[in-house]
């Protein structure tokens, strides 16, 4: 048993256990974070990234793909299904589909993703990423996909460059906030930069989605602060769990974080909330993975239940999987 470290005010979170169960990895191929639904027929059915292993963790821009796995119990075993997106050819997300994200809505099922598309090598992949989303009747598909991108880079703007790793929640107000990680064009090639957030709401899951003018998330002088959002909304509130890259938000490096907002634009940090890359085992071993990132909640009747992360164990090898705990959210 697997013991994460988990604070916050007022027990926000629950002590968590990680079982042998709660892990999703593949021989063949490196996996990438995972978002779960439970689906009418009782089962879990989790939309992940993979790329294959012999590629290396850059992999994931010049050759990620999205499949689905399904398990009886939301923290596992997972059992693979299939590839659901993937190669197509002349397109917006010709070469890769990444970090994908589900809500459902009416009986329809809404995958935000990344695509892109370039001449295989990482940096012109990396800078063709755009916001994109397929609707299904079933998590495991067919999913349709649109000839278009979702949300597209912005000329002369603070996402100008990129437009990547999107979140979606219907809010209080009946519309639809998309958070998405922005890359704008200040900074020296190839990189380009900053790299920071961007709101954009619709009034159906599909959109438009309108752009809110100016950046959230920012932290004054700091060119890339977070990344990995993800969002949802609970009794009234809009919440997101943010990846700190370094010590931007809390004393712990590469930590998730936790923050509240009433209308998606205006945020606020958690207080002493966060959730570091250190996990305590039953026995008093404990094991700190290089990166802990992509947070993904599991809502069963709107309320989280289940955390799900992508996790590189070690720096210097090219490793990774999927690991999920059941984790308790109080909001007062």
Not at 23 to 49: A, C, E, I
């Amino acid at each position: 048993m697997l013991t994460a470290l988990v604070t916050g005010p007022k027990n926000l979170f629950s002590k968590s256990l990680l079982d042998e169960c709660s892990v999703l990895k593949m021989r063949d191929w490196l996996v990438w974070g995972g978002n779960t639904v439970v689906h009418s027929d009782g089962k879990y059915y989790m939309l992940f990234s993979r790329w294959p292993r012999e590629t290396g963790h850059d992999g994931w821009v010049t050759h990620s793909e999205i499949a689905c796995a399904v398990a009886d119990c939301a923290t596992g075993p997972f059992h693979f299904i299939d590839t659901v997106i993937t190669r197509r050819s002349g397109k917006w997300d010709a070469d890769v589909s990444h970090n994908p994200t589900l809500i459902q809505h009416n009986a329809k099922y809404y995958l935000y993703y990344t695509g892109n598309y370039g001449d295989g090598t990482y940096w012109d992949n990396r800078n063709h990423q755009r916001v994109g989303v397929a609707v299904a009747d079933h998590p495991a598909g067919p999913w349709q996909r649109f000839d278009e991108p979702l949300l597209d880079v912005t000329p002369d703007s603070w996402d100008s460059m990129v437009t990547t790793n999107p979140s979606c929640t219907q809010i209080p107000d009946g519309r639809f906030l998309l958070i998405y990680k922005a890359v704008g064009s200040e900074h020296e090639a190839p990189f380009y930069g900053p790299v920071v957030h961007g709101a954009a709401f619709a009034d159906n899951p599909l959109g438009p989605f309108i752009k809110h003018h100016k950046p959230i998330f920012e932290v004054k002088g700091a060119k890339f602060p977070g990344e990995d959002p993800f969002i949802w909304t609970q009794d009234g509130k809009i919440y997101a769990f943010i990846k700190d890259n370094n010590c931007y938000y809390s004393p712990y490096p590469k930590s998730i974080i936790l923050f509240e907002s009433q209308n998606g634009i205006n945020w606020t940090q958690c207080e002493n909330a966060f959730i570091t890359r250190k996990f305590n085992y039953s026995n008093g071993k404990s094991v700190e993975f290089d990166r802990v990132e992509r947070p993904q909640l599991l809502l069963e009747n709107g309320i989280p239940s289940v955390l799900y992360c992508g996790v590189k164990p070690q720096a210097e090898k090219s490793d990774s999987f999927n690991i999920h705990f059941k984790i308790k959210f109080q909001t007062n």
